[in-house]
C-alpha cells in the first residue's frame, strides 16, 4: 500500500494531525480522540509500516502501547496541513 492509499484510510489524516500535536499518545488516548477503533487499529499499522509512526511498549502493568510520529511522519504531517490550506 502506498503512502496515497494510507492517507485515505479512515481515521488516518486526523491520527497524523493528533500525533503532529500532542506528540507520543498511549492507544486508549488515540481512540478518544479520533472516535473509532478498528479503523484505529489498521490506520496505525499502517503508519508504522511506512515509517511515519512508531510504537512503543511502555513498562507499566499491562504493557500499555504508546505511538509517536517518526521524522518521515512529522515531514508528511506538514505537507498534510499544507494542502489543507491550498
Known amino acids: 500500500m502506498d503512502i496515497i ?3 485515505a484510510l479512515k481515521g ?3 491520527i497524523l494531525l493528533t500525533l503532529e500535536k500532542v506528540g507520543k499518545m498511549r492507544y486508549s488516548e488515540i481512540v478518544r480522540a479520533v472516535g473509532y477503533s478498528t479503523t484505529t487499529t489498521r490506520a496505525l499499522k499502517s503508519m508504522e509500516r511506512h515509517g511515519i509512526a512508531k510504537k512503543e511498549v511502555l513498562n507499566e502493568p499491562y504493557r500499555p502501547v504508546a505511538y509517536s510520529l517518526t521524522d518521515k511522519g512529522r515531514k508528511l504531517a506538514a505537507l498534510v496541513r499544507e494542502l489543507e490550506n491550498l
Open 5 to 7: 492509499r494510507m492517507l
Open 12 to 14: 488516518t489524516k486526523k
